[in-house]
């Protein structure tokens, strides 16, 4: 019996489609290319510099002696090895595919103070030739921002104990009606921000003068498995991740998760799976995405960072089964973490008006029960690294 045509939100049956995505190799193309494989039946051109994180999708799996074994999905994701910044193999890929989905971008913000011009340049130059392909080919475009780009709050700027810092107008961030507020240029962890802010600009001019078909993601702190690295087992010793994955390093390690400048700063975190329900709405619902901005985050799950740091503590004994340290948090300051020229988002709130409306989109999962998965794999997946590692005598 063949399988049931997939429908749209309209009702309409949704069509195979090739998706060419840049960034694919990344800890969001990991999980998007997944989805894409389990549940649809479009084809992804998977473009990155790297494919670690897509390996099980791409590499056949293991058969018994003499039989060859194929994925379900075998012929419908191919793997380009090719760096967007100089290749001209990225106009070909384009025009072959129906969809362009960009995600590639440099976006740790240990990088934006010390390696600006390479933030500016991954962000808003890098990103440059992509949506000129996609606007001469008349090609749709679905471009990963950031909610960084609103930048501080509002109410950031009241006294710490004014009654309006209480008021969601001072503080929830809207696609359509919030300002983008960055500190001074010295301030460099902006970069990312701005650079950001403009190639949305750039999108959103093309979409008004040259009819690009155009999406723009703001993520809200997406977290999940495959996030980053962890530094000295399949990252630079000396590197920086973002802070799910400093934590769970320290985690594994057994030392005190660092709380920059007290960790007073609040985020709301989103589990990678809920995420990508929303960009699958969107990628099959072009009639109802095009030419939007959307907030894609979890307003019920904000904590401060001292918050996150005192929950996965908690969860990763649960998982590990080992006794938490008995000093399991440590101060420090920005400038001893990431150097001069950081700054910090405050507070960031998705409005889901928009999301909501258009694509009937809600997030699912709790902070302890994203938590709990995400600490599970890091766990099972490090944890003997970290030993092994850590039981090598240090070189004299
Ligand atoms: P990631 O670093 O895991 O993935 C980015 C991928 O892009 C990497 O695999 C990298 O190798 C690739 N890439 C970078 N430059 C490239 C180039 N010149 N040529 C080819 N490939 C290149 O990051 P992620 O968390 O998956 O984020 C994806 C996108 O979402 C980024 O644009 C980021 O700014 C945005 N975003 C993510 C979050 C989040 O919560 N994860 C939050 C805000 C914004
Ligand atoms: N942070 C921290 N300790 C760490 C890593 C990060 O206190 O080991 C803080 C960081 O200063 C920021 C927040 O955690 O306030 C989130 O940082 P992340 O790198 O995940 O990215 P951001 O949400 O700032 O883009």
Avoid at 74 to 99: A, P, V
Avoid at 276 to 304: D, K, Q, S, W, Y
Wanted: charged share 25%; with cysteine; hydrophobic share 35%.
């Amino acid at each position: 019996m063949a399988a049931a045509a997939r429908m749209d939100l309209d009702g309409n049956p949704i069509l195979p489609m090739t998706i060419c995505m840049i960034g694919a190799g990344g800890f969001i193309g990991s999980h998007l290319c997944e989805k894409l494989m389990a549940e649809t039946p479009h084809t992804v051109l998977a473009v990155d510099v790297y494919s670690d994180k897509i390996k099980h999708l791409l590499d056949p799996p293991s058969a018994a002696e003499g039989q060859q074994a194929r994925h379900p999905w075998d012929g419908r994701i191919q793997f380009h090895r090719l760096n967007i910044k100089h290749d001209s193999r990225l106009e070909g890929l384009i025009k072959m595919s129906d969809l362009t989905i960009n995600l590639a971008a440099i976006c740790t913000p240990a990088d934006y103070n010390t390696r600006p011009l390479d933030t500016i340049y991954s962000n808003f130059i890098d990103a440059l030739p992509v949506v000129r392909y996609c606007s001469e080919n008349n090609k749709r475009l679905i471009h990963f921002s950031t909610c960084e780009v609103y930048g501080k709050t509002i109410g950031s700027f009241l006294p710490k104990d004014h009654p309006l810092r209480k008021e969601p107008e001072f503080y929830v961030l809207k696609e359509d009606a919030s300002p983008c507020i960055f500190g001074s240029i010295e301030k460099q962890r902006w970069s990312y921000a701005c650079a950001k802010q403009l190639i949305e600009r750039l999108i959103y001019a093309e979409g008004a003068e040259n009819g690009l078909e155009f999406t723009i993601v703001r993520p809200f702190n997406w977290i999940g498995p495959r996030m980053d690295f962890i530094p000295g087992i399949d990252g630079p010793s000396e590197g920086v991740p973002r802070v799910l994955a400093c934590f769970s390093n320290n985690l594994l390690r057994r030392e005190p998760l660092k709380l920059v400048d007290g960790g007073q700063s609040q985020r709301t975190f989103v589990y990678i799976k809920d995420a990508i329900e929303a960009v699958l709405l969107m990628t099959e619902n072009p009639a109802r995405a095009n030419g939007h901005i959307f907030n894609v985050g979890n307003p019920n799950n904000e904590v401060t960072v001292k918050q996150l740091a005192e929950i996965m503590t908690q969860v990763y004994s649960k998982v590990s089964g080992e006794a938490p340290l008995e000093m399991p948090t440590l101060d420090v300051s920005s400038k001893e973490f990431y150097g001069e020229g950081y700054d910090d988002s405050d507070k960031r709130i998705p409005d889901m008006t928009i999301i909501n409306k258009q694509l009937g989109w809600n997030p699912k999962t709790s902070l302890w029960d994203l938590l709990e998965s995400t600490l599970t794999y890091q766990h099972r997946t490090y944890a003997e690294a970290i030993r092994r590692a850590m039981a090598k005598p240090v070189a004299s």
